[in-house]
């Protein structure tokens, strides 16, 4: 199973963008879903993550801007991205929490600047 992360782009300070990530096919005992971030030279953060039980986690830096949700079927987790600032610049990965492993996304950049 492999997940396609999609919708980066470059935007404007105070822009939005939704980021889309679908996983190729099922993957069992799903825990939870989420949203992960690197920017140049900084290690990888968590920005949002949503468990099987729709409990949701975001990083402080992005509460009140960004909302993570998901479909019904659990294959496809989304990143709803507003007020977007330049410290927001990154690539973005999504991640999907399985029974037996964690499945990661191949990234997608989001750059923010005018």
């Known amino acids: 199973v492999q997940l396609q992360a999609s919708g980066g782009g470059l935007v404007q300070p105070g822009g939005s963008l939704r980021l889309s990530c679908e996983a190729s096919?099922?993957?069992?005992?799903?825990?939870?879903m989420g949203w992960y971030r690197q920017a140049p030279g900084k290690q990888r953060e968590l920005v949002a993550f949503?468990?099987?039980?729709?409990?949701?986690n975001y990083a402080d830096s992005v509460k009140g801007r960004f909302t993570i949700s998901r479909n019904r079927a659990k294959t496809t987790v989304y990143l709803q991205m507003n007020s977007l600032e330049p410290e927001d610049t990154a690539v973005y990965y999504c991640?999907?929490?399985?029974?037996?492993?964690?499945?990661w996304g191949q990234g997608t950049l989001v750059t923010v600047s005018s």
């Open positions: 096919g099922t993957i069992p005992g799903i825990k939870g």
């Open positions: 949503i468990t099987v039980g729709g409990s949701i």
């Open positions: 991640k999907i929490v399985g029974a037996w492993r964690d499945y």
